[in-house]
T-cell receptor, first 111, second 117 residues
Framework: QKEVEQDPGPLSVPEGAIVSLNCTYS??????FMWYRQYSRKGPELLMY????GNKEDGRFTAQVDKSSKYISLFIRDSQPSDSATYLC???????????FGTGTRLLVSP | NAGVTQTPKFQVLKTGQSMTLQCAQD?????MSWYRQDPGMGLRLIHY???????DQGEVPNGYNVSRSTTEDFPLRLLSAAPSQTSVYFC????????????????FGSGTRLTVV
């Protein structure tokens, strides 16, 4: 069993939809949770990070962490075609050291 | 500010050949790491370094060597290339491996696409 599980998709939605992306994990030592966005043939870029449980909002993006269920989510409101990319969850027990990544979910937002 | 620069962008090797993937950052980041990305496997950590002169193994270190003689550079060496090493390799850096620089995130290079035939 992988430490971090993520549905690979693709997830196809119309422009303006609310998108929900999720990851589950098995290692209870994880405390730092991140979401990266990766466009085709580019390196990942950090979207959001959260420490421990709770919610964090940044513009159209909201990250949620439920440590009791070992479940994290990323919500994208008013999705745009420019949001079409692969979204990777990542987590670690300490900061950015030895990040463990999910496989990524490919998101397609159609105009 | 160039960020994290990886060279080459593409490379084809024959089985058994050796080569070095270059990674350089100009942000004075202490922490650097190498990941490989394969379909269905996500990003997997190969080696990482918490500062000049200090390196350690990640999840999939076999067949790879690293060294960190300067803060800026963190090359990845393939000792004897195998088809299983066909992958996209990413170098990444951050101000610190712990929470000190967490708001700055992890800066990734644009990747090296390696094919071993």
């Amino acid at each position: 069993q992988k430490e971090v599980e993520q549905d690979p998709g693709p997830l196809s939605v119309p422009e303006g939809a609310i998108v929900s992306l999720n990851c589950t994990y098995s290692n209870s030592a994880f405390q730092y949770f991140m979401w990266y966005r990766q466009y085709s043939r580019k390196g990942p870029e950090l979207l959001m990070y959260t420490y421990s449980s709770g919610n964090k909002e940044d513009g159209r993006f909201t990250a949620q962490v439920d440590k009791s269920s070992k479940y994290i989510s990323l919500f994208i409101r008013d999705s745009q075609p420019s949001d079409s990319a692969t979204y990777l969850c990542a987590m670690s027990a300490r900061g950015f050291q030895k990040l463990v990544f999910g496989t990524g979910t490919r998101l397609l937002v159609s105009p | 500010n160039a960020g994290v620069t990886q060279t080459p962008k593409f490379q084809v090797l024959k089985t058994g050949q050796s080569m070095t993937l270059q990674c350089a950052q100009d942000m004075n980041h202490e922490y650097m790491s190498w990941y490989r990305q394969d379909p269905g496997m996500g990003l997997r950590l190969i080696h990482y370094s918490v500062g000049a002169g200090i390196t350690d193994q990640g999840e999939v270190p076999n067949g790879y060597n690293v060294s960190r003689s300067t803060t800026e550079d963190f090359p990845l060496r393939l000792l004897s290339a195998a088809p299983s090493q066909t992958s996209v390799y990413f170098c990444a850096s951050s101000y610190s491996g712990d929470t000190t620089g967490i708001s700055d995130g992890y800066t990734f290079g644009s990747g090296t696409r390696l094919t071993v035939v």
